[in-house]
Nanobody
């Protein structure tokens, strides 16, 4: 059974930084992507960043380019999201996702496995 556990959320002032972590277990596939999504109350999950281990590519939403950095350890099935220069618009629940079919940017509906989410609140 695939399980994803996120950590690292919290409350930070605008301009501050946070680092999210996601550890995956129970994976039965070796080729996959891991990604991060943000969900505001009442809205759909929006793509933030992802890494395709097989392609060796990293993708970012335009809104976070230059501020966020995704990294990870394929051997440990772990991915991180370093978030710098945070803005109030970055507030939301951040979810980690993994999928063996996704090889590049894909909407939330294309990802099969999700973590429970971690709240990030950026105050102005």
């Amino acid at each position: 059974q695939v399980q994803l556990v996120e950590s690292g959320g919290g409350v930070v002032q605008a301009g501050g930084s946070l680092r999210l972590s996601c550890a995956a277990s129970g994976l039965t596939f070796t080729i996959y992507s891991m990604g991060w999504f943000r969900q505001d109350s009442g809205s759909e999950r929006k793509f933030v960043a992802s890494v395709s281990w097989s392609a060796g590519n990293i993708y970012y939403a335009d809104s976070v380019k230059g501020r966020f950095a995704i990294s990870g350890d394929y051997g440990k099935n772990t991915v991180y999201l370093q978030m710098n220069s945070l803005k109030p618009d970055d507030t939301g629940v951040y979810y980690c996702a993994v999928d063996p079919k996704v090889l590049s940017i894909a909407p939330a509906t294309r990802w099969d496995y999700w973590g429970q989410g971690t709240q990030v609140t950026v105050s102005s």
